[in-house]
């Protein structure tokens, strides 16, 4: 029998609430499993962990996570809490680099044309809006965030790294992932100005030489932000650096309903960790109204991730519930206009399950 250690990070402001409706979610689709369970590990780590013990990501608790299967994040971080350089704690980034988790998932996609803000997508007979970016996680501009600076500096920079083995792993990950779905692969760069992106540029052609069965396009970031907006429909696959994913993953949840209905997936070699790809909303934080189904969706790509028969029918029976659910104008969260509350939407998925 087939059992799992999860680690559950919950972290901050809503995180708690989401991952709670999401292992209720999974908790009733392990039923539906043949000889698959799992064990639960709930680890502290965040700005609380920080406010408590003075270190917002223990030593001790990423060792646990090297030992789980498999991890799922509600949120972490707080505005009101940072560094005394001024900017936030992001342990969720510091994780990322520590485990490697260079492959960051991105899938979008809308389940009703009430959702998004776009005409003529999610009807019946209209067009759809599903594809994935996948975010290079571990180089580009945030690496140099942690480099020691000067006191009272009359300026600050910051260096966009890419090396040959970051941008080749993750342009094959981007590949591998189009031969599954519609078989095109788009580069999102900046290489009209940046050497750093032409870098990148040139080993994306290289590595796309090895897949001739997957089709390509080059857009720069600004035109994808556009693209995005007039053509979400065309694209299937997007790879690109670090920064430009996490920019455009949010405007790509944007036209599919918001941060709320944005799962992700930052997988490495050897480790891998599910999360919502919204934050911490410490503003609607204890009211029970966040929106959980990106955490439900993540719990399903670990599900998919985790690669045996039964775990992958685990995911496909959490998709379809979601899509079920969601589909029905009735089940609106607040972020989508309605009243539809975390718990009332995760016992609407167990049910569609």
């Known amino acids: 029998m087939p059992s799992y250690t999860l680690a559950l990070l919950p972290g901050d402001g809503i995180g708690p609430e989401v991952v709670a409706a999401s292992i209720k979610v999974l908790d009733a689709t392990l039923e539906k499993l043949t000889d698959v369970t799992f064990r639960y590990d709930e680890l502290s780590v965040g700005a609380g962990e920080y406010l408590k013990n003075g270190d917002p990501l223990p030593a001790s608790a990423v060792e646990r996570m090297k030992v789980a299967d498999a991890m799922l994040l509600g ?35 809308l389940y009703h044309a009430s959702h998004s803000p776009l005409k003529g997508y999610g009807g019946a007979g209209e067009k759809t809006i599903d594809f994935v970016i996948i975010r290079e996680n571990c180089e580009g501009l945030f690496v140099d965030r942690l480099r020691p600076r000067e006191p009272n500096p009359e300026f600050e920079t910051d260096t966009m790294k890419i090396t040959r083995h970051g941008a080749e792993r993750v342009c094959r990950e981007a590949f591998k992932l189009a031969q599954k779905r519609r ?66 993953s949010d405007l790509a ?13 930052d997988i490495g070699p050897e480790y891998a960790l599910f999360q919502p790809s919204h934050g911490t909303a410490p503003t609607i934080a204890g ?67």
């Open 75 to 109: 949120a972490m971080g707080l505005p009101s809490v940072r560094w005394p350089n001024g900017v936030e704690m992001t342990p969720q980034i510091d994780i990322r680099e520590q485990l490697d988790l260079f492959n960051g998932l991105r899938p979008i996609k």
């Open 183 to 248: 078989k095109h692969v788009t580069l999102v760069d900046k290489a009209n100005v940046l050497p750093s992106m032409a870098f990148f540029r040139k080993i994306f052609d290289e590595v796309a030489e090895e897949y001739p069965d997957v089709g390509t396009d080059r857009v720069y970031v600004d035109a994808m932000s556009l693209f995005l907006v007039q053509h979400p429909e065309k694209f299937d696959v997007m790879v690109t650096e670090n920064m430009f994913g996490d920019i455009l």
């Open 253 to 265: 949840a944007g036209i599919v309903g918001g941060m709320g209905m944005a799962p992700s997936g």
């Open 287 to 353: 009211k029970g109204i966040a929106n959980p189904i990106a955490t439900i969706l993540s719990v399903a790509l670990m599900l998919e991730w985790l690669d045996t028969p039964e775990t992958a029918r685990g995911a496909r029976l959490i998709e379809s519930a979601v899509a079920a659910v969601m589909g029905d104008p009735a089940n609106l969260t607040t972020d989508l206009g309605g009243n539809t509350g975390t718990d009332a939407i995760a016992d609407l998925v167990i049910t569609a399950l």
